[in-house]
């Protein structure tokens, strides 16, 4: 049973840094179109962004673990597990709309629907696993940031 338990934990971190391969192959690199937009004095440099995400995947791995370990046969960890596929799949789908079809509105709208799905997620993991929830914290606060960000090429952009 004990390697079941490091089986869902290397499954755990692999969902979200899979999602986000995926999501990359459909993209493609930002590219010149990026370059060129118009942005918002507040957008960080693009360096930024890889080791970021890369911490929010982990924090989102462990909480996507400490949730799974209390067991799929209690509805509400089933519940709380979807809602946080649900928002990886928000998560998943922005790349390929920004960058690979150059939608900047679409993925504002999308990225709202992440928000909210975040939030979700983070109510539902609070009744499961608190540290969980807490987990996920920086995450609604980064994509809060990447909203505005998102909103803000669109209007500099339009």
């Given at each position: 049973m004990k390697s079941f338990k490091y089986i869902r934990l290397i499954l755990s971190f692999a969902l979200p840094f899979s999602a986000i391969l995926i999501a990359s192959l459909f993209s493609g690199p930002p590219g010149?179109?990026?370059?060129?937009?118009?942005?918002?004095?507040?957008?960080?440099?693009?360096w930024i962004?890889?080791?970021?995400?890369t911490i929010l995947y982990l924090m989102m791995g462990i909480a996507f673990f400490l949730v799974w370990q209390k067991g799929l046969k209690i509805k509400d960890v089933k519940i709380a597990l979807t809602l946080f596929l649900i928002q990886l799949t928000f998560n998943a789908a922005w790349m390929p709309i920004f960058f690979g079809y150059q939608k900047i509105f679409i993925a504002f709208i999308d990225i709202i629907l992440l928000w909210f799905a975040i939030l979700l997620t983070i109510i539902k993991f609070w009744n499961i696993s608190k540290t969980a929830s807490i987990l996920l914290i920086p995450y609604i606060l980064w994509v809060t940031f990447a909203s505005v960000i998102n909103l803000s090429i669109w209007i500099l952009n339009s």
């Open positions: 010149q179109w990026y370059e060129s937009l118009n942005k918002p004095p507040f957008n960080p440099p693009g962004f890889g080791p970021a995400w």
